[in-house]
């Protein structure tokens, strides 16, 4: 995913809240003026401003650092010492499970556990839990192509058919969550246990090829504005993403269903270890993982929400649109393993020049 990187403000005018005692489910407000600082890499397209304003409604005040998922990481891992954040959402369970190895995150049960599938989250340690599930894509711009079976029916038909080479945008910065999914999804088909890094000379011959016959990603142009222009006929997007930017740029896109299936992003959300708002930042938790709030985010940005209770009231579209990829059977173990050794390869060997 494309981020940018934004810091707001953290000191904000001090003013008085409403009581929680008084507030109706899903509503739960903070005990006082603080502002959390929360880290995400989901809050671009509308998402952080429309998530401020509500939770200004319920009574919170936030700021967001907007950060790709494996930079928020990194961050995150770097000040586990003194920490800046109180809360983060957005990373799949990959980086979470990092962050939980380096000891960043606390445990913390929320209100709202009970509605949602506890293994698609932190099943031994209750550190995170998940809130939304979105497939990972390659997408491409329908009226570049006479038919459907014209256009590229895997992510390979990319760089091995030659009516394809040159036509599609590969990313330059490599660490952000969509970036890394994508990776995973097309390395984990070679994984090979006596391969270099896990993966066997052949995988690392079609990343090669993968990098060597795309269009690189322009600094500031979205992939869209990219195929509007036909500059570009494919890349890649996650589900929510390809919602918005359709309507952003007035063209028509088609997700391709691979027979081996895509990568699933499953979001998630957790308290930092150290923070020192620490009863605000889990009552922000509770409400921000509710029914109520993860519908209304469904509604508002295509989401398929992992609270079983949202789903009656969500968007319907996007869960119907979610249910109707395959899961691409994947090692997370292994990408786990080595994704940031896989990214250190590919930046250092593949990304020259």
């Known amino acids: 995913m494309k981020r940018r990187i934004v810091l707001l403000g953290a000191v ?3 003013g008085s809240l409403l ?36 939770a200004a409604a319920a ?7 907007d950060l790709g998922g494996g930079d928020v990481m990194n961050r995150l891992t770097a000040e586990k010492n003194n ?29 709202w556990a009970g509605d949602v599938d506890a293994s698609l989250g932190d099943q031994s340690g209750k550190q995170f839990w998940p809130i939304v599930r979105e497939p990972i894509m390659l997408v491409y711009n329908k009226a570049a192509y006479a ?21 599609y945008e590969v990313p330059t910065a490599l660490g952000g969550a969509t970036t890394q999914m994508v990776l995973a999804g097309i390395l984990a088909r070679y994984a090979d246990a006596s391969g270099e ?6 995988g690392w011959a079609q990343v090669k090829a993968y990098f060597a016959n795309g269009s690189r990603a322009v600094t500031g142009e979205d992939l869209y504005s990219r195929m509007k222009k036909s500059q ?20 028509a896109t088609e997700a391709v269903k691979p027979a081996v299936g895509v990568p699933f992003a499953v979001q998630q959300v957790g308290l930092i270890k150290g923070t020192k708002k620490d009863e605000t930042a889990k009552k922000f938790i509770d409400w921000f993982g509710s029914a109520d709030v993860q519908a209304k985010w469904s509604k ?5 929400p992992a609270n079983n209770k949202a789903a009656a009231t969500a968007d319907a579209q996007a869960i119907q649109q979610t249910a109707a990829f395959k899961n691409q059977a994947i090692d997370w173990t292994l990408v786990g393993k080595y994704i940031d050794k896989w990214v250190e390869k590919i930046q250092l060997e593949y990304l020259k020049g």
């Open 197 to 202: 890094l896990g993966i066997s000379a052949e």
């Open 12 to 14: 904000l005018a001090a």
């Open 19 to 54: 009581s929680t005692a008084c507030t109706p489910p899903g509503q739960a407000s903070a005990s006082s003026n603080e502002s959390l600082i929360i880290y995400s890499n989901s809050v671009s397209d509308g998402r952080g401003d429309w998530l401020k304003k509500e």
């Open 300 to 304: 508002q940005f295509f989401t398929a």
């Open 59 to 65: 009574g919170f005040k936030i700021d967001f650092v």
């Open 83 to 111: 920490p800046v954040a109180d809360v983060t959402f957005g990373l799949n369970n990959v980086y979470f499970e990092k962050l939980k190895a380096q000891n960043v995150l606390d445990p913390y049960t929320p209100s």
């Open 232 to 251: 570009v006929d494919a890349g890649q997007m996650w589900l929510s993403g390809k919602a918005s930017r359709e309507k952003q740029y007035g063209i």
């Open 147 to 167: 038919t459907p079976a014209a256009a590229p029916q895997d992510w390979t038909d990319l760089w091995t058919k030659g009516q394809f080479k040159g036509k």
